[in-house]
Nanobody, 128 residues
Framework: QVQLVESGGGLVQAGGSLRLTCAASGRTFRYGRMGWFRQASGKEREFVAIIRDSGEIYFTDYADSVKGRFTISRENAKPTWYLQMNNLKPEDTAVYYC???????????????????WGKGTLVTVSS
């Protein structure tokens, strides 16, 4: 009943920028965690960024590999969140997935298995 849809992926040169959008629909409006993961060819899915709703206080966290370059943000009026990606590098090439957990699951976690809902992914390709 909950559907997440990513958009904004594409081909970009190294040093360029993209903004990914995750739009959620269904019976759930608020989520405890809203985040982004990515999976490069031949590798495991890895954490990228997350924003946590902890009693109306929001916390963000990022993978070390994207700190200072990527920014996660969300809309207050609708279940939509973003990943602004700046200074993209070829090693950022991957399928990017948005993910969310139920409102009660707002604890600190960057593990894919702690997410409840997933989008189908959007491909980001960074050329050199």
């Amino acid at each position: 009943q909950v559907q997440l849809v990513e958009s904004g992926g594409g081909l970009v040169q190294a040093g360029g920028s993209l903004r990914l959008t995750c739009a959620a629909s269904g019976r759930t409006f608020r989520y405890g965690r809203m985040g982004w993961f990515r999976q490069a060819s031949g590798k495991e899915r890895e954490f990228v960024a997350i924003i946590r709703d902890s009693g109306e206080i929001y916390f963000t966290d990022y993978a070390d590999s994207v700190k200072g370059r990527f920014t996660i943000s969300r809309e207050n009026a609708k279940p939509t969140w973003y990943l602004q990606m700046n200074n993209l590098k070829p090693e950022d090439t991957a399928v990017y997935y948005c993910a969310a957990s139920g409102i009660q699951r707002s604890g600190s976690s960057s593990r894919p298995e702690d997410m409840d809902y997933w989008g189908k992914g959007t491909l980001v390709t960074v050329s050199s």
